[in-house]
């Protein structure tokens, strides 16, 4: 089994910051790739950021270029969203995301999602 937990959403004022974390636990044997989406309000759910394992290369969605930026610590199954200038349209659920092999599936891999942290900007 599998859990990804994510942690720090909440409310900011807008031009403010929250630094949002996700940890992977379970039968782990490696995680690839990992990243963040986020789902407002009567819109899909749409790619933030994402980064990959060993050398990590990362990318982003437009819109949170130079605000936002993803990290991970390896050691610790954890990925890291720091979002910074956080504007109104930046409210969502942010979901984490990661491509995990298990006890069970390695080498194949499956993807799994975390529940999903509330961040509201208001004006």
């Known amino acids: 089994q599998v859990q990804l937990v994510e942690s720090g959403g909440g409310l900011v004022q807008a031009g403010g910051s929250l630094t949002l974390s996700c940890v992977a636990s379970?039968?782990?044997?490696?995680?690839?790739?990992m990243g963040w989406y986020r789902q407002a309000p009567g819109k899909q759910r749409e790619l933030v950021a994402t980064?990959?394992?060993?050398?990590?290369?990362?990318g982003y969605a437009d819109s949170v270029k130079g605000r936002f930026t993803i990290s991970r610590d390896i050691a610790k199954n954890t990925v890291y969203l720091q979002m910074n200038s956080l504007k109104t349209e930046d409210t969502a659920v942010y979901h984490c995301?990661?491509?995990?092999?298990?006890?069970?599936?390695?080498?194949?891999?499956?993807?799994?999602w975390g529940q999903g942290t509330q961040v509201t900007v208001s004006s």
């Open positions: 995301n990661a491509v995990i092999g298990t006890r069970r599936t390695w080498p194949s891999t499956n993807d799994y």
């Open positions: 379970g039968s782990i044997v490696s995680i690839n790739a």
């Open positions: 980064i990959s394992s060993g050398d990590p290369s990362t």
